[in-house]
């Protein structure tokens, strides 16, 4: 697995990458500045319309999902003591998953909220077959059920807290600000002097003259402004509800994921035993036919002519050595037995003498190792990045750092080359990534274009 390390521009799309760079070519780090800070524009800007459509939206939806889930809870509660409050209570708890798809896709849309949809149910009866009793029964024993009904049953207090302070917010903000715009109706259509700020028997205050309408224009600028900051931690609260409730769980997720890691390494697997066939058939095993070849000719050639026989020996001979270093080589390939005797710092400096490059090897592990499986997937990462160091990266020089912070096993290599690594799909580092990420490690990959490359893999210890 090569990895292409960029060269003139190959890997441009790695620097703009990072957001604050881009942000800064779009809106003109050394060029033209924006125009208008954030908090200025923000009161007009698209996601705050849609925030405050979420607030709008949400207090009719929590009014009639928290009446609908009460009564058929209760109901099914209540005639429990009868068969009717199975049906009764499996079809309100399916009913709140189809609440919770709704709601997921109201937050996807208007909050930009990506939740993955929870487990599916999984219907099995005691035949095999998924029949009506069989249905319920998931119904009622799914977690998911009963945590899109608690999500109604809380989001509809917060929803109501919600839409009340956003609107009062939002009303008397923009009431304020464009006061200055609606004041003339108070005198010539209210017979009053303007917006009444005290009144009693005796007296009344009005706001009528020119500060006094000014100041209020300012205070409303002010709640104006604050007012989408104000609905944005409002709907944090909703985006940690929709998050926390009507997602996948912690257990379901790590189910999913040990599912693909367990995909990664069956794939891993298999594609190393057909290397090794590969190896064995095209290499070794081609050689040895060809030697059992040349030793038949050698055999009818003895009688007849001794000299040329010897010589045909000779170079079989030499087939035979051949043959078993390439077989030593696989064999080291599958896994070297200086890594089982001596650990992976022995293991590790006979790699990098291989190398094309000079190579510093520091491992500082002290007397521990970590497990054989984590020790033989660390010993085959540093293979093969020092692979794609001899053959794409045009290194003077480089390093391999191994060592532990508790109970984590970090690696390190480190060249000098031209830089513009990529770790995208398709390419060696990422079927490395893939690998580390099936036993729970982590691969980062840090080469700007000129370098120098520095790549870190993180492993569990699990000694």
Known sequence: MATQYGHSGQYGRYDREYDGEYDDQRYGGSGARRRLPAALVEPLSGRHWRELAYVLLGFPLSVALFVFTVTMLSVGAGLLVTFLGIPVLAAGLAACRGFGAVERARARGLLGLEVRDPEPLRVRGKDGRAGVMAWMGAVLRSGVSWRHALFV?????????????TLTVWVVG?????????????????GQGGLQLYGDDQHRVYLDNPFEITVTAS????????????????????RLLVHGLLGPSRLASRVVELESDRGVVVDTAAADLRRIERDLHDGAQARLVALAMDLGLAKEKLREDPRVAARMVDE???????ALQELRDLARGIHPAVLTDRGLDAALS????????????????GSSRPAPAIEGIAYFTVSELLQNVSKHSGARSASVDVWRVEDRLMVQVVDDGVGGADASGGSGLAGLAERLEAVDGILVVDSPVGGPTRVTAELPWRS
Not at 316 to 322: C, P, Q, R
Not at 350 to 365: G, I, K, M, N, Q
């Open 153 to 165: 049953l809380v989001q509809f207090p917060w929803a109501v807290f919600s839409f009340c302070v």
């Open 174 to 190: 923009w009431t304020m600000l464009t006061y200055p715009l609606w004041f003339w109706i108070f005198p010539m259509y209210g």
């Open 219 to 238: 205070v409303g600028l002010l709640v104006t402004l604050a007012t989408p900051w104000i609905v944005r931690a409002l709907t944090t609260v909703d």
């Open 316 to 322: 079989a001979h030499g087939e035979v050595k051949t």
């Open 350 to 365: 006979a790699v990098a003498s291989r190398c094309a490059v000079p190579v510093r090897v520091e491992v500082d592990l």
